[in-house]
């Protein structure tokens, strides 16, 4: 099966910090991923959808200036928290397209302080 | 738009007992379903799925769900759950022209000894 893989696993940082959080789909080429966010003992919430080459898309109420997404190739996206904040710390998903299918990263949890 | 809703946000369940968690959803277009499996501090990873054909999919691990388009159901079963069974299960749609996931807001199932 398809295998998507995130960096890091936890992070702590001091409010005011960046953070940049890795996206990869290690055995497949993606032109598409997906940034999701989880707060405890809730669902996922779409933040943005990243596209290969060209702006990412952003989900409403989303800030895209706070949360910067790059996907410069078909293998990598990166999420950058800017300015983090603890109202921002939370359980941060990826996730990338092939067919009609998402593979999921194994999530990053984001601890400011 | 699509929605999904998971009518029990928790469920707790004796070893060896069946248990089935509901999933609704609703859209005015053609979609294709999910059952997500979500571990303690780990990503998502896909239980099975409905695209097309029989409306009865399973998984290799004893779950099983069905396609009922005049319910707009996609109800998850297993008939002997395992203490390795608790984990959060998210019910998702996907649009069939589409890319973005659609999530139901979960169910914890809590198998006790």
New interface residues.
């Given amino acids: 099966g398809a295998v998507?893989s995130?960096h890091p696993s936890r992070v702590i940082c001091k409010s005011g910090t960046s953070v940049k959080i890795e996206c990869r789909s290690l055995d497949f080429q993606a032109t598409?991923m997906?940034w999701y966010r989880q707060f405890p003992?809730?669902?996922?919430m779409?933040m943005a959808?990243s596209n290969e080459g060209s702006k990412a898309t952003y989900e409403q109420g989303v800030e895209k200036d706070k949360f910067l997404i790059n996907h410069a190739s078909l293998t990598l996206s990166t999420l950058t928290v800017t300015s983090a904040h603890p109202e921002d710390s939370s359980?941060y998903?990826c996730?990338a397209?092939r067919g009609?299918?998402?593979?999921?990263?194994?999530?990053t949890?984001l601890t400011v302080l | 738009a699509q929605s999904v809703t998971q009518l029990d946000s928790q469920v707790p369940v004796f070893e060896e007992a069946p248990v089935e968690l509901r999933c609704n959803y609703s859209s005015s277009v053609s979609v294709y379903l999910f059952w997500y499996v979500q571990y303690p501090n780990q990503g998502l990873q896909l239980l099975l799925k409905y695209l097309s054909g029989s409306t009865l999919v399973k998984s290799i691990n004893g779950f099983e769900a069905e396609f009922n388009k005049s319910q707009t159901s996609f109800h998850l079963r297993k008939p002997s759950v395992h203490i390795s069974d608790t984990a959060e299960y998210f019910c998702a749609v996907l649009k069939a022209a589409g890319n973005k996931l659609t999530f139901g807001g979960g169910t914890r199932v809590l198998v006790k000894p």
């Avoid at chain 1, 003992?41 to 996922?44: A, R, V």
């Fill in positions: 998507v995130q598409t997906f003992k809730q669902s996922l779409l959808t359980f998903i996730s397209n009609n299918e998402q593979f999921f990263g194994p999530g949890r």
